[in-house]
Every structure is written in C-alpha cells, then in structure tokens.
C-alpha cells in the first residue's frame, strides 16, 4: 500500500512534459467503413448463440467488455486523451450493481438487478473527475501515470477490502437468468452503447472532442473549452465502462476484484 501511496503522489505532483498535445495529431479525413464490415461484426456477435455449455459461459462476458472498450473510443480515440485507468470505473460499476441489488449501499434502498445498473452508470459517471482532473494539467507520459495511479488506488483501496467486497454476489436480472437470454440482453445493451456513442460523435461535443484531440492549442484558440471538455470525455468514459463493468459482473454473478485488476486492464 506504501507503494500505491507513493504512485499516487507521484502522479499528483509531476507536471505535465511540455505544451504537446496528449496524443500526435491524426488526419482530419474521415475512412470509410469497408463495406461488410457491420455485417461481419453482427454475425460474429450473433456466433454465441449457437454455442452451449461453458462456451457459452465464457461467450457472456464479451459484449460487458466491448462497452468497456467503448469508454475508451470516447477518451482515447474521440478525445485523445490517454486513459489507463478504465479498469477502476468497470469495477466501480459491477461493485456499485451488486451492493444496490444487495441493499448494502448507505442511503439506498434495495433495487431490481437492471434499476441496480442503470443507478451504478450514474453514481459511477461523476468519478470520472477522478481521472479527468489530472488531465487538465498533463500529457503524455504523466496522464498516462495519473491515470494509471488512479486504477491501482481504488483496486487496492477499494475492491481490496472485506468490508465492502465480503460476500457478494450477484444475480441477473428476472427473465434473463440462463446465459442465452442474459447474452441477448447484453447485446441489447451493447447496441445501445454504440447508438450513444455515435449520436455523441456525430453531435457538437464529439465535433469539440475531434478538435480538441487533433490540436488542443488551436481548439482553445478557436474557443473550445478545452479543461471542461476533457473533464465530459472522461464522465462519459467512467460511465460507459461501469455499464460494461456492471454487466460483467452479473455475467459473472458475483463480483470478482481480480476481474477488475488494473493490470489486466492494460489488456482488454
């Protein structure tokens, strides 16, 4: 713990490495979807439903991780903020899910597995600060630290202790219990994420996101607000990783800290 203390403050204190962007600059041209391409992506989604057995147990957990993987879509390849620390809000999200369908969350009462998920996407939303503030000042090298001390403190903080972790377990919502009903109604979810996410790339803010991740200097000039913008990438970030979060663990049902391992998340 010495040591996720110190990475923390070394996160905090070092500066960001000169006036570059967070990442190069990327050409402006849009590429063209090859033709097909969602045709191939729905059938190989669809695949698992023909599967049975541990197959299929295994299959669940994919759509979960593609909406994490969308998180990053949004900070990284919209915002072109780097984010190493996406992990935290996915067990954010499956920890707040399993503690509202237990009623073991202060203040709260006792909810359904999907009004369960859908409170943990906000109450998981905000907590992106946590990784967005330390963006405001940093690029480069140092975000990546930041961003990555963030992860390893709430997984050794957070998820590592019994008090909050002990003994939970987490059920699928009603109707949805065998894994082929749970798997179409991720995919559901999984469809929603990707509407949300292009309706936010088409939009104003995905348009501000653009220019601010090809050249943040000539955004700010152009007057994009840059602090505040990088603050929504990473809200909205946190927020689609605890919904991917969310449903890997009730995939799982339970909620598993080692899933949700900041290194492991250097992976996904």
């Not at 990053?72 to 915002?79: D, K």
């Not at 309706?199 to 050249?215: E, I, P, S």
């Given at each position: 713990?010495?040591?996720?203390?110190?990475?923390?403050?070394?996160?905090?204190?070092?500066?960001?490495?000169?006036?570059?962007?967070?990442?190069?600059?990327?050409?402006?041209?849009?590429?063209?979807?090859?033709?097909?391409?969602?045709?191939?992506?729905?059938?190989?989604?669809?695949?698992?439903?023909?599967?049975?057995?541990?197959?299929?147990?295994?299959?669940?957990?994919?759509?979960?991780?593609?909406?994490?993987?969308?998180?990053?879509?949004?900070?990284?390849?919209?915002?072109?903020?780097?984010?190493?620390?996406?992990?935290?809000?996915?067990?954010?999200?499956?920890?707040?899910?399993?503690?509202?369908?237990?009623?073991?969350?202060?203040?709260?009462?006792?909810?359904?597995?999907?009004?369960?998920?859908?409170?943990?996407?906000?109450?998981?939303?905000?907590?992106?600060?946590?990784?967005?503030?330390?963006?405001?000042?940093?690029?480069?090298?140092?975000?990546?630290?930041?961003?990555?001390?963030?992860?390893?403190?709430?997984?050794?903080?957070?998820?590592?202790?019994?008090?909050?972790?002990?003994?939970?377990?987490?059920?699928?919502?009603?109707?949805?219990?065998?894994?082929?009903?749970?798997?179409?109604?991720?995919?559901?979810?999984?469809?929603?994420?990707?509407?949300?996410?292009?309706?936010?790339?088409?939009?104003?803010?995905?348009?501000?996101?653009?220019?601010?991740?090809?050249?943040?200097?000539?955004?700010?000039?152009?007057?994009?607000?840059?602090?505040?913008?990088?603050l929504t990438a990473f809200v909205a970030g946190a927020a689609l990783a605890a919904l991917g979060g969310g449903m890997l663990g009730m995939g799982l049902r339970a909620f598993d800290a080692t899933a949700y391992d900041p290194v492991r998340g250097l992976?996904?």
């Amino acid at each position: 713990n010495l040591f996720v203390v110190a990475l923390l403050v070394a996160a905090l204190v070092l500066p960001g490495i000169g006036d570059r962007d967070a990442l190069p600059g990327t050409a402006t041209a849009r590429v063209a979807t090859p033709p097909g391409a969602w045709i191939v992506a729905v059938v190989l989604f669809l695949l698992p439903l023909g599967l049975a057995g541990s197959d299929l147990h295994t299959s669940v957990q994919v759509p979960a991780l593609g909406v994490v993987l969308l998180s990053l879509v949004v900070v990284t390849g919209r915002g072109g903020q780097i984010s190493l620390g996406q992990a935290a809000y996915a067990g954010l999200g499956a920890l707040f899910t399993a503690l509202l369908a237990a009623g073991r969350f202060p203040g709260l009462p006792r909810l359904p597995e999907l009004a369960a998920l859908a409170v943990a996407v906000v109450l998981g939303a905000p907590l992106g600060v946590l990784t967005g503030w330390p963006a405001i000042g940093r690029h480069g090298l140092a975000l990546a630290l930041a961003t990555f001390a963030v992860g390893v403190g709430v997984s050794r903080f957070v998820f590592a202790q019994p008090y909050a972790t002990s003994g939970l377990s987490l059920d699928r919502p009603a109707g949805f219990d065998g894994d082929r009903a749970y798997y179409v109604l991720e995919l559901g979810l999984l469809a929603a994420a990707l509407l949300a996410t292009g309706a936010l790339r088409r939009g104003r803010t995905g348009r501000a996101l653009a220019a601010m991740r090809d050249h943040a200097s000539g955004a700010s000039a152009a007057g994009v607000r840059v602090p505040s913008l990088k603050l929504t990438a990473f809200v909205a970030g946190a927020a689609l990783a605890a919904l991917g979060g969310g449903m890997l663990g009730m995939g799982l049902r339970a909620f598993d800290a080692t899933a949700y391992d900041p290194v492991r998340g250097l992976l996904w």
